[in-house]
């Protein structure tokens, strides 16, 4: 859906649907949703963790 694929001729000369776009945020939404269910914060940047990674 967001090109990770190598395209073959046929897609080429295919028309994009951007509805393909719309579906994978929402999927990539529910599965960071998920995430911060089970692990509260985990995608809060912090000035803590902000030091640790650099």
Do not use: R
């Amino acid at each position: 859906m967001l090109g990770h694929v190598k395209a073959s001729i046929s897609d080429i000369y295919a028309i994009p649907d951007p509805a393909n776009l719309g579906l994978a945020l929402a999927a990539t939404a529910a599965i960071i949703d998920q995430i911060e269910a089970l692990v509260p914060g985990a995608f809060t940047i912090t000035a803590a963790k902000s030091k640790i990674n650099n």
